[in-house]
């Protein structure tokens, strides 16, 4: 600013600004201007202008390649990939493609590329298998645990367990050879034990339900119910069974019955006397006839309660009551009779 002042009478208004310094203007013609070329720096902001002079080899970099030369790769890093996975793009990217389930996240501040695998599962629905499945001594399981169904080398099916012994072998709350679990605890749809060389003829219509405490069938051939060691072919819990010859054996022992009284000859004639005996045929079988009683129409004592079974054994009862007493009167009638003989000889003599 240029401020006149006069006689110390201070600076007189206004001032007057002055735009340039006064020597400033030999700023244009400075010294080293020349190797600009005589151009103002904007002009070299232009890049088909740079080529309006030339620079010495002397004054450019050993790492600079000169004009008509040819750029190596090991002039731009030591490290450069030419191809991933035998993948070369020449001039251009390569890219990665995510799969399935997967998903890629390339993170160029740090260098890095991340993969993540969703854990959705996969639809094993969606596949068809072109080839044999090995499970590589491993379960197919819902929860990937060891349990759920196991197929060994030998073919074999074990259902929790891995060394099963029959074709398909069931391991839970008890022990089957085969079997098909229901929801019912401790019961079984289908329980048959298949033996080598023995191929069972088995029909199930519907649902077959079976305790495992009361059936149980061995690799000899005993079945048991009630009981899990049968040494008959057919053994009941009950004590009773059927013999190899095919003889039915009652459980009569004092160990298997309670209140046990006597039957009295007047409860046994009472029961002989109501006995009807009948022919018939049952209505399964209309070719083969029979004897027997009517339930029904017999006494509740040698009848079930429901008035529809009768029990061989309760008739077998009754009539040896019966014959034990007619075998007492005819004892005591032929008593009499040989009394009677030794009375008539001695009739005889005294005439």
């Known amino acids: 600013w240029l401020e006149i002042e006069v006689s110390g009478d201070g600076a007189m208004t206004p001032r007057h600004r002055l735009v340039s310094v006064p020597y400033s203007f030999r700023a244009e013609n400075a010294n080293n201007s020349d190797e600009l070329n005589y151009q103002s720096a904007s002009y070299y902001l232009n890049a088909s202008n740079i080529n309006a002079g030339t620079l010495s080899d002397s004054r450019l970099s050993a790492n600079v390649t000169r004009l008509g030369s040819t750029i190596e790769y090991t002039e731009i890093s030591n490290n450069i990939v030419s ?45 068809t298998a072109t080839q044999n499945i090995n499970l590589n001594g491993h379960y197919l399981s819902g929860d990937g645990e060891n349990e759920g ?37 401790n019961f079984y749809e289908a329980v048959i034990i298949e033996d080598s060389g023995w191929q069972p003829d088995l029909t199930v219509e519907g649902s077959m339900k079976v305790s495992k405490d009361t059936f149980l069938a061995t690799d000899s051939g005993n079945v048991g119910i009630g009981t899990t060691s049968p040494i ?120």
């Open 83 to 127: 191809s991933i996975d035998g993948v070369t793009n020449d001039g251009g990217n390569i890219d990665l493609v995510a799969g399935t389930n997967m998903t890629i996240t390339p993170n160029d501040i740090a260098n890095t590329i991340t993969f993540d695998a969703s854990t959705s599962g996969d639809n094993l629905g969606n596949h």
């Open 232 to 351: 008959y072919p057919l053994h009941m819990g009950s004590g009773a069974y059927c013999s190899a010859v095919g003889a039915w054996t009652n459980a009569s022992s004092r160990k298997y019955k309670e209140n046990i009284e006597e039957l009295t000859k007047e409860k046994a004639i009472s029961v002989l006397k109501q006995l009807k005996p009948v022919e018939f045929n049952y209505k399964i079988d209309k070719e083969d006839k029979y004897v027997g009683f009517i339930s029904e129409d017999v006494p509740e004592l040698v009848a079930t309660k429901d008035r529809k079974g009768l029990c061989s054994m309760d008739i077998v009862g009754v009539l040896t009551k019966v014959v034990q007493e007619q075998q007492t009167i005819n004892e005591g009638l032929l008593q009499r009779i040989s009394e009677l003989e030794k009375e008539i000889k001695q009739l005889k003599k005294q005439k």
């Open 149 to 185: 169904i196991y197929v060994p080398n030998n073919g074999k099916v074990g259902i929790n367990t891995n060394s099963p012994v029959y074709n398909l072998d069931v391991v839970g709350d008890g022990f089957w050879a085969m079997a098909v679990r229901s929801g019912v605890t």
